[in-house]
């Protein structure tokens, strides 16, 4: 072939539109042929022009059957499942465009990756348009109701008009949302219809085909109209969601023009209405709502009266603003443990997982302590495990709580309160964790580094031994040092058993 | 008084619950009814099935089981000594609404909220009563959103997360302080007992399934599109760092999905102490956006809030740009060579801008045309920024750069 000789034109009859089998078939069978696209041109069924009118003439025509048996060709999976949707497109150059690509993408493999080139721009556009076309048709479509069959099967219809050819690559969805009942979409050009078994896809039908009305949609339509708020009126935010050309065939979009008419009215009466008097069931409704409140508050009103056991004590702390970490935080953590408990275990502040279920030491470092405690000769359950400070301290971070240390203030606020357990409890002996701990039992006498593993009589009569917190063990990044570590914090914890042991409680 | 019909229920039932902004029914589980061959999928993104005109979507049948309430929080329309007309629901009737309703595509699935009657407990199992029948008598797959009743049983909560794809618990009000005023009879730290509840049992949901037999069944899901609560903006005096304040808090704490801002709206028969104007949708907007830097651009409250002024964010211009203005000792940042944590802090750069921009440099040397590509607002961007062919010189320090974004005074529009 020269430049001198017209090419030969190769006219391809497509019989359905939006076909994308009938459509690939025939572009199989170009490709296999090595046909270039500007020697082909495509006519749909309702088009016999050609888009090269004018070289028709000149050109010998090959008439190419569009089903034949095609050759295998390898196509890029992504530029078949565009093509798929590309096809449903209204506009009458797609089966050409589409087929440039193909050819196109034959010697240039890495052709969808060039975000820049017009025919993969373009391809990319339609893509965007028919999945919003289909998004729509999942949104927009209306089932009424036809009744039910002999089988106790509901039978639903809709008339719809996508924008595209997209009923067949739409039906599916509905297929697996309603697969329960019977129901037929027709559109101007195509109808899909589920009975339970198969979904198959028909002529297009008109309007008249489907009911005009269903009885719920009255429910619906007052639905819609009592859902507005006429005080945040925003047309342009609905019309560019919900454009005026799906209106027609939505029974609440009847219902727009006169909810705006009388928004403004709605909104300017409620401001003009004068304040009514409470009505007369409030009365009786606020006795029983305060009563539930007062029984939740432990009947103690503010919660600061002191506490006479420990569970009221439970209930009041629950209630405490002595500082403002109450604002923050979940709840307040309480001790737990018996209440006659010879050893008690003083922590610094609940973690993330305590705050959030209410109880102490259940956190990875509450985890820790109860292990090593079970290996050093103490059991959990006969000690009263408490805190220091009640309430969590952290700083938000995205979705983390971080850990902040209570200041010596919180602490001292705080000791009301473990002073109160101390006194309900009466410990012959006490472990204190920490710094914090140390504070909270000591008030700001001594300093942990001087004090630890040191047997510590308190005014009250019971024995204090202090130590770390075993939250500093699993901070060590040094594996050498937090073995050390962990040997000395398991000793402190055997000195004090051995002491309980010797006090014939332990 | 003659009883009341269904329709009559439904108007004045869907008009109480109106002003809970939530309609998502996104990011639950992945099913559909085709095993079943019954009713109802979800298949990721939730759909927008109609929008009314305050241009707000509709995607749940968002109804109230009653609105009759024995709590007076004064902000609600539906409090004890409201005189607004009192309906309720059957669970059986909500139940066969939403059947209706979703064989007609006309929603996702229901949302259902309630006044609290008799107590937190009966509410709640009334509650969980609509979302036991559509699973179970009706094999409904579609979207379920209930609304938890805080303080109720901490059983009833693991029931309801069982039926749920979310749960939802409202802090109303954004600080202490203001629920005591406001809302009496709700307590912030039940509030947020209940909903560190639903953490744990998400928590507990997810371990369960991670470390299930491969011969056993795998133990059920709970509440898979997660928890989100709801705020009021602008009933009480609240500033916008209190309210970005509680929000990190909720994030952190909970992990939830979403906190929602919901400008008061004026209602029937309000309360004497509200303000009777115009909901402040711009303020609401706003903290939406900060919600957004909070999320998913790696800013913490303190820092959005160094762009706003006496602790409320500027309503002229957006909260990263107010907090870039603060800031520009940061600026300008170099598009080719700057890591993602620092674009993400460029106004003008959203998400997927910034990403596009880490793809694209890989190769070459960005310039301002390159960008025009990945960005709606190249102008917006150029004093922040150094590109191939572009350095803005002083235009960074400029005084008149709020001048350049915000709109301009009222005063000159009425001149012209």
Known sequence: ?506 | MAQQTILQKLKLLADAAKYDASCSSSGTSKRNSLASGGIGSTEGMGICHSYTPDGRCVSLLKILLTNFCIYDCRFCINRASSNVERARFSPAEVVQITLDFYKRNYIEGLFLSSGIIRSEDYTMEQMIAVARSLREDHGFRGYIHLKTIAGADPQLLALAGLYADRLSTNVELPTERGLQNFAPEKRPEVIRKTMAEVRLRQEDAKEARKGRLLTKAKPPRFAPAGQSTQMIVGADDARDGDILKTSSHLYSGYRLKRVYYSAFSPIADSSQDLPLVRPPLMREHRLYQADWLMRFYGFDQTEIMEGASDEMLDLAIDPKLAWALQRRDLFPVDVNRAPKELLLRVPGLGTRAVERILAARRGTRLRLADLARVTTSVKKLLPFIVAGDWRPGGLTDSEHLRARFAPPPEQLSLAL
């Open chain 1, 1 to 506: 072939m020269t430049d001198l000789e017209p090419a030969a034109m190769t006219v391809v009859r497509l019989d359905k539109k939006g076909d994308f089998a009938e459509w690939r078939a025939a572009a199989r069978h170009l490709l296999a042929q090595h046909i270039p696209p500007h020697q082909v041109d495509w006519r749909g069924p309702d088009n016999d022009m050609s888009l090269f009118g004018d070289q028709l003439g000149a050109a010998p025509i090959r008439q190419e059957k569009a089903e034949g048996r095609a050759p295998t060709i390898s196509l890029p999976r992504e530029l078949v499942d565009m093509a798929d949707h590309i096809i449903c497109h209204r506009s009458a150059d797609v089966p050409a465009r589409l087929y440039r690509l193909f050819w196109r993408v034959q010697a240039d493999r890495y052709l969808l990756g060039r975000k820049t080139d017009d025919d993969v721009h373009w391809a990319r556009k339609m893509v965007k348009n028919i999945s919003r076309d289909i998004h729509k048709m999942h949104a927009f479509v209306r089932f009424r109701h036809l009744g039910v069959g002999d089988d106790g099967r509901e039978n639903y219809a809709a008339w719809f008009e996508p924008e595209h050819l997209t009923l067949r690559l739409g039906a599916p969805f509905f297929q697996r949302r309603f697969s329960g009942m019977n129901w037929a979409i027709i559109t101007p050009d195509a109808r899909a219809i589920w009975d339970g078994q198969r979904l198959v896809m028909g002529e297009g039908g008109q309007r008249d085909d489907v009911p005009d009305h269903d009885v719920v949609e009255q429910q619906w339509r007052a639905y819609y109209g009592a859902i507005f708020n006429p005080a945040r009126v925003k047309i342009s935010a609905m019309r560019s969601e919900m454009p005026k050309k799906y209106w027609h065939n939505l029974p609440e979009a009847q219902d727009i023009a006169s909810l705006l008419a009388g928004a403004e009215q709605r909104v300017a009466m409620m401001q003009a209405a004068e304040h009514q008097t409470p009505n007369k069931r409030t009365e009786k409704w606020q006795k029983n709502a305060q009563a539930a409140l007062a029984d939740v508050l432990g009947g103690a009103g503010d919660g600061l009266d002191a506490p006479e056991n420990l569970e009221q004590l439970g209930r009041s702390l629950d209630q405490c603003r002595r500082c403002s970490l109450h604002c923050a935080a979940t709840q307040a953590v309480r001790g737990e443990g018996p209440v006659d408990a010879a050893l008690m275990m003083v922590g610094e502040q609940p973690g993330d997982q305590e705050d959030l279920a209410g109880r102490p030491f259940v956190g990875p470092a509450g985890q820790l302590l109860t292990e090593m405690m079970a290996q050093n000769g103490l059991t959990r359950s006969d000690i009263y495990m408490t805190n220091a400070v009640k309430h969590f301290k952290f700083q938000p971070r995205g979705k983390m709580r971080l850990h902040q240390r209570p200041t010596a203030g919180e602490i001292d606020k705080c000791r009301w309160w473990l002073d109160l357990e101390r006194q309900m409890v009466r410990p012959k002996f006490i472990i204190t964790l920490g710094a914090t701990a140390l504070r909270g039992v000591l008030g700001p006498k001594g300093k942990l580094a001087d004090l630890r593993g040191q047997v510590i009589p308190l005014s009250d009569g019971a024995v204090l031994f202090p130590t770390i917190h075993p939250s500093y063990l699993l901070r060590l990044p040094d594996k050498e040092k937090a073995a050390e570590e962990r040997a000395m914090f398991a000793a402190d914890l055997r000195r004090a058993a051995q002491h309980l042991a010797a006090a014939g409680v332990g």
